[in-house]
T-cell receptor
Framework: GAVVSQHPSRVICKSGTSVKIECRSL??????MFWYRQFPKQSLMLMAT?????????EQGVEKDKFLINHASLTLSTLTVTSAHPEDSSFYIC????????????FGPGTRLTVT | AQKVTQAQTEISVVEKEDVTLDCVYE???????LFWYKQPPSGELVFLIR??????QNEISGRYSWNFQKSTSSFNFTITASQVVDSAVYFC??????????????FGTGTRLKVLA
């Protein structure tokens, strides 16, 4: 149980375009989801906390207009990287917390974004 | 402030050697959780263990064992008889108190383990 999927697993886009990454909790409902970014050989950096039905809470230094987060349902959160640039290339990981517990994060497999 | 320190950036061992990955944490919460995750080259985080702050019992799971010591704020991870498949980056993480409703994790910087055949 507690499976989280991400789509796509890999994406290549051109500079200036936008790309959307989906995070789904497959077998549970999640009021809270998290988005992380991981640069090569570095740790996970929390970007934002996504709560169903409300605005996401962004960590300091993360541009909310650049990284749009929508959590429209209890099983889906999306991260849209707007006007992507090569420096946005990274590994993006989402996680979800089951509404009914246990109250821990279940991680998706990650999305590798390459901006050319 | 809460913090997780994994001082070992990279460790190389020869297959069948035992290896211990260190994790030291800081928190003012009395209730917290500690985690270990494995991240193989594929990138997907693999959950290894969760331990709550009230349970100081050591845990063993196959070749893996964990030593939780509140007195030294450490939660170390030992792999016995290491195998090449153990090669990965290992992250230690600390959760803030769930009573705050945030469920945030603080990750260490990770330890890259290379097991050589």
């Amino acid at each position: 149980g507690a499976v989280v999927s991400q789509h796509p697993s890999r994406v290549i886009c051109k500079s200036g375009t936008s790309v959307k990454i989906e995070c789904r909790s497959l077998d549970f409902q999640a009021t809270t989801m998290f988005w992380y970014r991981q640069f090569p050989k570095q740790s996970l950096m929390l970007m934002a906390t996504s709560n169903e039905g409300s605005k996401a809470t962004y960590e300091q230094g993360v541009e909310k207009d650049k990284f749009l987060i929508n959590h429209a349902s209890l099983t889906l959160s999306t991260l849209t990287v707007t006007s992507a640039h090569p420096e946005d290339s990274s590994f993006y990981i989402c996680s979800a917390v089951p509404q009914a517990g246990p109250y821990e994060q279940y991680f998706g497999p990650g999305t590798r974004l390459t901006v050319t | 402030a809460q913090k997780v320190t994994q001082a070992q950036t990279e460790i190389s061992v020869v297959e069948k050697e035992d290896v211990t990955l260190d994790c030291v944490y800081e928190t003012r919460d009395t209730t917290y959780y500690l985690f270990w995750y494995k991240q193989p080259p594929s990138g997907e985080l693999v959950f290894l263990i969760r331990r709550n702050s009230f349970d100081e019992q050591n845990e063993i799971s196959g070749r893996y064992s964990w030593n939780f010591q509140k007195s030294t704020s450490s939660f170390n991870f030992t792999i016995t008889a290491s195998q090449v498949v153990d090669s990965a980056v290992y992250f230690c993480a600390l959760s803030e108190s769930f009573t705050s409703g945030t469920y945030k994790y603080i990750f260490g910087t990770g330890t890259r383990l290379k097991v050589l055949a």
